[in-house]
């Protein structure tokens, strides 16, 4: 299973569904598809980051500040959305607007209730692939290869795709975890 699947479902989940319809008011099938749609920008966006080596660096940075490993919905629950507004400000950077305008027209619903769901999604969204590095990170000391952390993280496209398909051509964090992974073996 990928990254982007492992996202999806996890934040896809009834519990964490019922955790973002109860913290922003909006319907759980609006959180449905705001969620399978936002997830793939936010990785892209987060793959983009990273793909130099400040960008790398700091968002390992803010993963290392984003390690909780309760449930998805209890992150939810708890999250601080002043500090989840910045997460989304920091991935999505000055595309934060024309994304959460997009995200608004797609879905139906105001920019204002977007941004709540984002803002209440991205602590869970930082753990989740916090854990996924962590991960890659753990079996690299073990001895696997950097293809093979890819193939167990990335799918490599042989994997089922989730219900939503990927809006941004097929992301399905790979892209990400290496680079993060390659920023974490030069320090």
Do not use: C, R, W, Y
């Not at 896809?12 to 759980?28: E, I, M, P, Q, R």
């Not at 959460?100 to 920019?111: C, E, I, N, R, T």
């Not at 991205?122 to 293809?147: C, E, I, K, R, Y």
């Not at 941004?168 to 680079?179: C, E, F, I, T, W």
């Amino acid at each position: 299973m990928n990254l982007l699947s492992v996202l999806l479902t996890s934040m896809l989940s009834s519990t964490a569904v019922d955790a973002l319809s109860g913290k922003t008011g909006l319907s759980k099938s609006v959180v449905k598809k705001l969620v399978a749609l936002a997830i793939p920008i936010l990785l892209k966006s987060m793959t983009s980051n990273a793909s130099s080596a400040s960008g790398a660096s700091s968002l390992l940075g803010a993963l290392m500040q984003h390690t909780n490993k309760n449930s998805f919905a209890d992150q939810i629950q708890e999250a601080d959305t002043d500090d989840g507004g910045k997460i989304i400000g920091h991935i999505l950077g000055s595309d934060q607007d024309k994304v959460v305008k997009d995200l608004a027209g797609q879905s139906g619903v105001g920019a204002d209730q977007v941004a709540a769901l984002l803002s209440a999604m991205a602590p869970a969204l930082m753990s989740g692939v916090s854990q996924a590095n962590q991960s890659q990170a753990s079996a690299g000391s073990q001895g696997a290869d950097l293809s093979s952390m890819l193939s167990l993280f990335g799918g490599m496209g042989q994997q089922a795709q989730p219900e939503a398909k990927p809006a941004a051509g097929g992301v399905d964090g790979s892209a990400l975890l290496g680079a993060l992974f390659s920023s974490m073996m030069k320090k």
